[in-house]
């Protein structure tokens, strides 16, 4: 076989899945091949799961004994690349699929591999994270929520906030600490919860757009089996950074967003709008200008990055670029769809069209905060990418009870 | 749309950039323009003039993509050539197609003559009239424009402007026909000749064009000029990325503050922005989509305005080192403001963008 040879047939049969993935999609996802983000309740949500699941375009390369396709990355670039032309209805599913299967599919037993994966592929399992707390959000690591070793297992008992999904979800990643006398990072754990027993608490977390997306859950004495950590005891925090990375792959391979929330201010929108009930006299059109150019410019970016990520590249920290600029843009395209247009976007008119806009307005802040702040964002980015030095810790070389107990000195936090 | 760069583009990027390096940047007595010898090297050796000419008249017919990243280089090293004025002039001349100037390209081509581009930046002031060729005489040219790059030097003009039924048309002029007149400006880019071009009845080669070809010669102005500027932009961020991680204050180097990092980390992103829609303009052009006048608007809208905003933000951010006379980073302030201006104000460019997009 000729090197030419050689390189036709690699080219094919990374080809091949893809295809096959386009294929099947026109067949059975018909339904979901339109502009507009579909909703599905969970049961029809769980049945194309199943059948996704079924044609094996889920869990590509995971393994065959976690339910998996075992095939390469190159096929699932192939396969992500035709399922990302579709909207297709699987929020309930996202953290199983994008954060926390991958995670235990890379670090996981052989057992909880074959416990765990195929009921998230099967849309069986709802998963959902519980990271942040209170007063836990940018400095992750800062976490309270304890774990404390029982008879065969956990009680846990803290309080996590911004848990999207958690009214659903039957189980929860739960990053708990479980030795306050070791450093901050160190003494955490990486706990896989049963959602459903006694000593968890559900309750709604309303946003300022006025939804409720996202919940509270309060742990009060809950049991997590020895079986159920995820890596090594108190080394949690590598085993939630991991994940946070596959979270970061997926958010950027567009599995997840799907942006309709700020679809109404985009220029598209804003100009028709503008067009039908807007101020003939206004002169917007320096607006309309910096409306365009902020959305085009993030989508050249989007592209380019998606290329560069089907072509095999590391995007590493540009990554967070990514985050950062599509959330600034969010922000940039709600405020000028004010500017542009004017009452129409501030008050409620009784049409789909003005709540719409409203919705668009009060959460455009919400992709520049979620999955870390935009300064959390530029320090990976100026660390990472410009190679510029840390900021020196004054928590270093401090176990966590001491630094509590510094913080309730100096802040007089609880 | 194709965003990735190929290997042979990323060759031709590391060649311009180790040769412009050495042979492109300003010399310590930031005088104007560059040895004449290291310009017919690069047009010799590694044929940058010729980048964008066709290939009979010994250009290597490579599409914008390819000049556009010699362009970045150029605008990383503070390029002094006559580089930026002659693309700009072949841009013009590739999008004509055939053209009698075939002979005056093949000079420029090689580096024996210099080319530069006459075009109306200023409505109130100046003037290009274009006539072609009758019975009632020879075709000419009359242009007063205000400020020309490398005109001094230049031994030839392409002239874009408009013939008198309003038809736009492209012209070529030498340097030397009588009613050629060039004063020397001197301004705010020190490291680039300018000069005011009063040309009066000058028998010349008038060409009309189309509409949609004179749109096309625009676009890759458009985008060989924000390319430039992507370079300086790339090179502040990359110079003072450099000098935060060695400057020291208050016992640690000024990087680790977060008021100086997230500032470097927004110059960063503005430069990935900048260079993503250059490279979008040229490949739109290169692969004749529809939307190629607006891909390129739109990225010499943002490289413009990005590059005024950080080659401002760069000098606060070096402090006193930053605002003497030798370092460089107030050449790099200057060429961004003069490319700023260069095929017209920003605000004009805005109102193009407006008029592309309907609104």
């Known amino acids: ?414 | 749309m194709d965003l990735l760069l190929t290997s042979e583009q990323e060759q031709l990027r590391a060649a311009a950039r180790a040769f412009l390096a050495s042979h492109g940047a300003p010399s310590a007595d930031r005088a104007p323009g560059c040895d004449p010898a290291s310009w017919l090297r690069s047009c010799r050796e590694l044929g940058l003039a010729g980048l964008l000419a066709a290939g009979e008249w010994g250009g290597s017919d490579a599409g914008l993509r390819e000049a556009a990243l010699v362009m970045q280089e150029g605008g990383a090293v503070l390029d002094t050539s006559p580089l930026l004025s002659t693309s700009l002039a072949m841009a013009a001349l590739r999008a004509v197609g055939e053209t009698a100037g075939g002979a005056w390209v093949a000079d420029a081509v090689d580096g024996r003559r210099r080319v530069a581009l006459l075009l109306a930046t200023r409505a109130d002031r100046d003037t290009i009239v274009l006539t072609a060729a009758s019975e009632k005489g020879p075709a000419r040219v009359d242009a007063r424009v205000s400020g020309v790059l490398d005109a001094v030097d230049a031994d030839f003009f392409v002239v874009l402007g408009a013939l008198a039924d309003g038809r736009p048309g492209v012209g070529l002029v030498d340097a030397d026909e009588p009613g050629v007149r060039r004063d020397p400006l001197s301004g705010l880019d020190l490291t680039r000749s300018f000069a005011r071009v009063e040309i009066t009845g000058a028998a010349a080669h008038v060409e009309a064009v189309s509409p949609p070809v004179m749109d096309d010669i625009r676009s890759r102005l458009d985008t060989l000029v924000a390319a430039e500027l992507v370079g300086v932009i790339r090179h502040c961020v990359e110079a003072l990325g450099a000098y935060v991680n060695t400057r020291v204050a208050f016992g640690r180097t000024i990087g680790s503050y977060q008021g100086v990092k997230h500032q470097l980390a927004d110059m960063y992103c503005t430069f990935e922005l900048a260079d993503t829609a250059v490279r979008a303009a040229a490949a739109a052009i290169d692969d004749s989509e529809p939307d190629a006048a607006l891909e390129a608007a739109v990225a010499l809208h943002k490289a413009t305005n990005s590059a005024l905003d950080v080659t401002a933000e760069s000098l606060r951010l070096y402090g006193g080192i930053g605002y003497t006379w030798e370092h460089d980073a107030h050449l790099y302030f200057r060429r961004a403001r003069v490319d700023a201006v260069l095929l017209g104000r920003p605000e004009a460019q805005a109102r193009r963008l407006a008029a592309l997009l309907s609104v």
């Open chain 1, 1 to 414: 076989m000729s090197a030419l040879d050689v390189a036709a047939a690699v080219a094919n049969s990374r080809r091949a899945p893809g295809e096959r993935a386009h294929d099947w999609l026109l067949r059975h996802a018909a339904a979901y091949a339109g502009g507009e983000p579909a909703e599905a309740d969970l049961d029809t949500a769980r049945a194309l799961m199943r059948e996704l699941h079924r044609a094996g375009l889920l869990g590509v390369t995971w393994p065959t004994s976690a339910g998996g396709a075992g095939a390469s990355e190159d096929d699932e670039r192939a396969i992500v690349a035709e399922l990302s032309r579709y909207q297709l209805p699987l929020r309930p599913f996202r953290v199983g699929l994008g954060t926390v299967g991958p995670t235990i599919v890379d670090i996981g037993t052989e057992s909880q591999r074959a416990r765990l994966c195929p009921g998230i592929l099967a849309g069986e399992h709802v998963w959902c994270q519980l990271f942040s707390e209170p007063e836990a959000g940018s400095d992750l690591a800062g976490l309270r929520a304890r774990a404390v070793p029982v008879d065969g297992g956990y009680r846990v008992a803290g309080r996590k906030v911004w848990t999207s999904g958690a009214e659903t979800a039957s189980h929860g990643a739960l990053l708990a600490r479980t030795d306050p006398d070791r450093s901050k990072h160190r003494g955490l754990t990486m706990l896989m919860l049963d959602m459903r027993q006694p000593g968890v608490t559900v309750s709604p977390l309303r946003d300022m757009s006025g939804r409720t997306h996202f919940n509270e859950v309060l742990l009060e004495d809950a049991f997590v089996p020895d079986d159920m950590v995820l890596g090594r005891p108190d080394d949690g925090w590598a085993v939630a950074s991991r994940m946070l990375q596959h979270e970061r792959v997926a958010v950027a391979r567009g599995v997840g967003r799907d942006g309709a929330e700020t679809r109404s201010v985009s220029f598209a929108n804003v100009l028709r709008l503008h067009r039908e009930h807007g101020d003939p006299r206004a002169d917007v059109r320096a607006d309309l200008v910096a409306l365009f150019v902020g959305e085009h410019l993030v989508d050249l970016l989007k592209l380019r990055m998606s290329q560069e990520a089907e072509a095999g590249m590391d995007l590493g920290a540009r990554e967070s670029m990514a985050k950062l600029l599509l959330g600034r843009q969010d922000i940039e395209a709600a405020r000028s769809a004010v500017r542009i247009l004017g009452p129409t976007a501030v008050f409620d008119g009784g049409d789909a069209d003005s709540r719409a806009l409203i919705l668009a307005v009060t959460s455009s802040p919400s992709l520049s905060i979620a999955g870390g702040t935009e300064e959390i964002q530029k320090n990976i980015v100026g660390e990472r990418i410009l190679g510029l030095p840390r900021e020196p810790s004054t928590q270093q070389g401090r176990t966590f009870r001491e630094i509590i107990a510094e913080g309730r000195a100096i802040g007089g936090g609880n």
